[in-house]
């Protein structure tokens, strides 16, 4: 056992080290932020291009002192509700036919409102009449009231705390922390199988293996590419954060989660890391089978889009704490991670996460050991010459 471990850890060094100092590891670190750099510039300026693009108009023949009521009643509404969720209001002249008003060249307006306070008529496609009318009916009625419509004011008491407001934010906080989890293990679990089939293309992987038990080999790998995940998240994550505090100050914009940060965060890296080698040590085992980059896509794609589906169960089950799609996503291996963590946002017990992170390692313990027993039936064709394993009992000859 000691001696495996031992190799095993030699192992991770090596390939740890490996990517760690190749140049291609700085592109790596750099890929993903581009993509992020460009969403938000993108965003920035939709959202001004958005903002200052015009709302949609209505175009209103009326009289002007109905063309006044109405814009005053407009104003009242949007104290409410909000400007951006009315339409303008553009004056045309009484006597505008609202068909030829619509059919000109102008384009200011997608619908007319004529006729007068009283009896108010519409005109304009079916699609912006049934858009319009709502917001229009009630500026009309508050038009047709004036000041005879009362300003109610609602008296409003300041809490502290609200339970089914904190359950709606933690929930948020535990959806966000599913999607981050779930983009990070499939980006960075492929390196692994990438990694594996680049040593058994260059016939590395045999000759460790006649060196160091497969177990190790397996662990190793294991070790390393979570190790360089760790280091990617550390970029990734103080990058990310700098921008935020440098663009939206030091105010943190996700809802507290039941459990706290400090142990959020810390949960969030233990299910990361089960979650990574629970997938790559699947990826190990296919990449240990596979001797082509075609081989590989062929078999890793139905375990892709198999993880796609139980990410998606996961999420599912994430309103659903205590009930059965929840506790069967928690018992679920390769869904556990990610219905722990939303777990972690919503209920402060710890011995739940204890009792989450030993089972998946005992999944990780078996995935290997599957994984090694193929490797070697059906790639070295060999037992291992009496060497001990890390999940077994000593390795006899082959038959």
């Excluded at 100050?249 to 996700?254: I, K, Q």
Aim: aromatic share 8%.
């Amino acid at each position: 056992m000691n001696e495996t471990l031992r190799a095993a850890l030699v192992i991770a060094r090596r390939d740890f080290s490996a990517v760690i100092l190749s140049k291609t590891f700085i592109l790596f670190l750099l890929g993903p932020l581009f993509p992020l750099i460009i969403a938000v510039f993108a965003g920035s300026m939709g959202q001004q291009i958005d903002n200052a693009a015009s709302r949609p108009a209505v175009g209103v023949a009326m009289t002007a002192g109905d063309i006044d009521r109405l814009n005053a009643a407009r104003a009242r509404l949007a104290k409410q509700i909000g400007e951006q969720a009315l339409p303008d209001l553009r004056p045309y002249p009484a006597n505008s036919d609202p068909e030829a008003a619509l059919a000109g060249k102008d384009g200011k307006a997608v619908a007319m409102l004529s006729g007068t306070l009283a009896a108010p008529r519409l005109t304009g496609k079916a699609a912006d009449v049934q858009q319009f009318q709502g917001d229009l009916s009630l500026m009309i009625s508050m038009a047709r009231a004036g000041t005879a419509l009362p300003d109610t004011r609602i008296e409003t008491r300041i809490v502290a705390a609200s339970s089914g407001s904190e359950q709606q934010s933690r929930l948020l906080t535990g959806r966000s922390a599913q999607v981050l989890l779930f983009l990070l293990t499939m980006l960075l679990a492929g390196m692994v199988l990438s990694n594996m089939v680049e040593e058994k293309t260059n016939k590395i992987i045999e000759i460790l293996a006649a060196a160091v038990p497969v177990d190790a080999i397996f662990l190793g790998k294991l070790i390393a590419m979570l190790g360089m995940s760790f280091v990617g998240i550390a970029v990734w994550g103080l990058t990310a954060l700098t921008g935020y505090a440098f663009f939206m100050g030091t105010s943190f914009p996700m809802p507290t989660p039941a459990i706290g940060w400090p142990m959020f965060v810390l949960l969030f890296f233990l299910y990361f890391a089960t979650a990574y080698t629970l997938l790559g040590s699947l990826f190990i085992g296919i990449g240990a089978q596979a001797s082509t980059v075609r081989e590989v896509q062929t078999l890793s794609m139905p375990i892709t889009m198999c993880q796609v589906v139980i990410f998606f169960f996961a999420s599912y089950a994430v309103n659903r704490m205590g009930e059965a799609p929840e506790v069967a996503a928690a018992i679920f291996p390769f869904s556990s991670p990610f219905a722990m963590i939303a777990r972690a946002a919503q209920s402060d017990a710890i011995w739940p996460h204890l009792l989450a992170i030993v089972w998946q390692l005992l999944w990780v313990a078996l995935i290997i050991r599957i994984g090694v027993r193929l490797f070697r039936r059906n790639v070295l064709k060999s037992g291992g010459g009496g060497r001990k394993r890390l999940f077994g009992r000593k390795a006899g000859p082959a038959a």
